[in-house]
């Protein structure tokens, strides 16, 4: 704790926020230019422009995803610190378990105190002094303000009237009108305790301020998080032992041994509740707020729309942001109950959704795998499938994606992300999700229902707990799917959820299989981007092959868009029409309509992303993968056959020289390596 200010301590800060060097801001204020201030960048995502604030996006283990729901954060805190309606609300985001609520409001409070420990932002309150003086407080010798009140609430309150107080700073100080008009634009009344004993010291120095003054020392407000002040949490208690007490504090028989007038409202300790210590312009966070009895959710009905503390009549005003939230059913059965309704009125209601990308969900899903090392059971090392999270993150993203008439989960998953599908564009996604979240039940929006990350978690602790993983000594990505499933078996109560979960995981292990096939063949040509080679060369073919200066060589000269070189290409036009076959691409038409889309996202995707690479086109890698294990392989026909008869020396040789390759460039292991090729040679997931 810093150095308490001596002298006239409340003027020395007074003079202090006029200059500049101390903050005099509510919740609202600070936590709008926290945020703010981090910085701001407009992004696309889903179709629609939204705004990625950076302070979400900040440390190891920061936000991933969750855009409208900050924005609508965002939103509240910024009108709330503008005077808008937000400021008698509380922000309450209601969602299905596992989607990041808590985890959200966590990393807000996180900031918000690193925020508030740099010097000039830093939070003080005041302090009464010398009350031997003041008499009747037995041996207590100093009382601090209950609710941490910022001591421009004292200073604001030195004379008997609020007019004569903002005339004495006034000359004090020579603020201007428009300044001593911001400072009183945040004017609030002392709390009844700070009021009370700020009058037993008028009284005892006969209104002289200087003397009063003498009597307050200035102290900063703890940022120790475990104290519960600035950012406090109160979670939903059962039902016996929670009551009002825990929110408001209650009437305390230690200081009644001490004070002799039975009137001082100083007998209630205020800070035996949890809002008391947030109310110096802090954070409450109010865990499972409909889980509540119905007698505290009486008193949050009182707190949020008054901001103030109520005990036998007296009266503490109080400076917090109230963020709350709650899982689906438990709003659903609190909304049911009609008589409860005023409280939902005075709560900005945020709808959370569970992340929809799958490219986002990659760092979810090192998140719920974990940094560190992974040990088997016998403490061996575990090696990591370089294939597992994106097998985790497309499964559990698909079972959050709905049903559609209009698009196939695929296409929907895809365009999710941000990538190509076939014809299908964006604005058929973004026309999705605006007719379901016109639904008025919840769990059929965009994004409301699927296997949340305590479930993925759940499943990654079935795939390290397996005989297979610590036999292996490795995290096969196949072998999730089955850990899903038994999550879905186990954890889904809902028949018609669980049989879709079951679909969706069919669906994931098809787009694990495709992988797969390019992985093969990336290992068979001993390079890791091989296929990658392949499809921009297919890409840049059918862009050359109707080139004006196209010589009967067949060469075709162009300029890299990723590096700015000149190359020439041969154009093969064997080649693209055995891939175009693939592609079920029978007449001249099909086929030309097919080039024009390709050529037409070529003129698109490049001007924005120089390093566009088509890999995301599934179809198009998946038919050239085909072309090029089936043309390359002679003998056995393709390298499925090669790789699984392998009683001649060609065949093992070639199957040795893979399994290095997968080892050496690829991040395979050989317990995975092996069960890829395994995997690569089964007919399952084929079709």
Not at 481 to 498: I, N, S
Not at 562 to 581: C, H, M, P, W
Not at 616 to 642: C, F, H, Q, W, Y
Request: charged residues 30%.
């Amino acid at each position: 704790m810093a150095a308490k200010i001596k002298g006239n301590a409340l003027l020395e800060h007074v003079d202090a926020v006029k200059k500049g060097k101390r903050a005099f801001e509510d919740a609202f204020q600070g936590v709008s230019r926290m945020i703010l201030d981090a910085g701001i960048q407009k992004i696309t995502v889903k179709g629609k422009s939204t705004y990625q604030f950076n302070l979400f996006s900040q440390g190891k283990k920061h936000l991933v995803g969750m855009y409208d729901e900050i924005n609508a954060f965002v939103s509240f805190v910024k009108d709330a610190s503008e005077g808008g309606s937000s400021r008698e609300m509380a922000f309450v985001l209601v969602g299905e378990p596992g989607n990041g609520k808590t985890f959200f409001v966590d990393y807000l409070c996180d900031r918000y105190r690193e925020f508030l420990s740099i010097p000039e932002n830093q939070k003080f309150t005041f302090r009464f002094t010398h009350l031997d003086q003041v008499g009747g407080y037995g041996q207590i010798q100093f009382i601090e303000s209950q609710t941490y009140e910022d001591p421009m609430i004292l200073a604001m309150s030195l004379e008997t009237t609020k007019d004569r107080s903002m005339e004495f700073l006034a000359k004090k100080f020579k603020f201007s009108d428009h300044q001593i008009e911001r400072i009183y634009a945040k004017y609030r009344p002392l709390g009844a305790c700070s009021a009370y004993i700020w009058n037993q010291i008028r009284e005892l120095c006969d209104n002289d301020i200087e003397k009063m003054l003498s009597f307050v020392e200035i102290t900063p407000v703890p940022l120790i998080e475990s104290l519960g002040t600035i950012t406090g949490k109160y979670p939903a208690k059962d039902k016996i032992t929670s009551s009002a007490v825990d929110l408001i504090g209650e009437e305390s028989i230690q200081r009644l041994l001490h004070i002799t007038d039975t009137n001082n409202p100083y007998r209630f300790d205020l800070r035996r509740g949890a809002l008391a210590r947030v109310a110096g312009g802090g954070i409450h966070f109010a865990d499972e707020i409909y889980k509540n009895k119905k007698d505290l959710v009486q008193v949050y009905l009182g707190v949020i729309q008054n901001r103030t503390i109520e005990l036998d009549g007296f009266k503490w005003p109080i400076d917090t942001l109230i963020i709350a939230t709650s899982n689906n059913s438990e709003f659903d059965t609190f909304l049911s109950e009609r008589e409860e309704a005023p409280i939902v009125d005075r709560c900005r209601i945020c709808y959370v959704a569970h992340n929809t990308d799958y490219k986002i969900q990659k760092t979810l899903t090192e998140y719920a795998i974990g940094k560190d090392v992974k040990r088997s059971l016998d403490h061996e090392i575990l090696h990591q499938d370089p294939n597992l999270n994106y097998a985790a993150s497309v499964a559990v993203v698909l079972t959050r994606l709905p049903k559609s008439e209009k698009l196939t989960p695929v296409e929907t998953l895809k365009l999710a992300a941000g990538e190509v599908a076939g014809e299908k564009s964006l604005k058929t996604l973004a026309e999705l999700i605006d007719t379901l979240n016109q639904d008025t039940d919840i769990t059929k929006r965009f994004g409301q229902k699927g296997l949340g990350q305590r479930n993925l978690g759940r499943a990654v602790q079935l795939l390290l707990e397996s005989s297979e993983t610590n036999e292996g000594k490795c995290m096969f990505a196949l072998d999730i799917f089955k850990a899903l499933e038994r999550t879905v078996l186990d954890y889904v109560q809902e028949p018609g959820d669980r049989a879709k979960y079951m679909e969706d995981l069919k669906i994931a292990r098809g787009l694990y299989r495709e992988r797969i096939m390019t992985e093969m063949f990336n290992a068979y040509m001993d390079e890791p981007l091989a296929i990658k080679k392949d499809v921009l060369n297919y890409v840049n073919m059918i862009i050359g092959v109707d080139a004006e200066q196209l010589g009967p060589d067949m060469m075709w000269k162009y300029k890299d868009p990723q590096t700015g070189e000149l190359k020439a290409l041969k154009i093969d036009e064997r080649y693209i029409k055995n891939v175009e076959e693939r592609l079920g691409l029978k007449t001249e038409e099909q086929r030309a309509s097919f080039r024009n889309s390709v050529r037409k996202i070529y003129g698109q995707k490049l001007s924005v992303d120089p390093n566009y690479d088509f890999m995301d086109n599934l179809e198009l890698v998946k038919a050239i993968t085909d072309v090029r294990l089936k043309s390359d392989i002679a003998g056995a026909g393709s390298l499925v056959g090669a790789l699984a008869n392998r009683t001649n020396e060609e065949n093992q040789k070639l199957y040795d020289r893979m399994i290095t390759t997968m080892n050496d460039k690829l991040g395979y292991c050989r317990t995975c390596a092996q069960k890829t090729i395994e995997y690569f040679c089964s007919q399952e997931d084929d079709n």
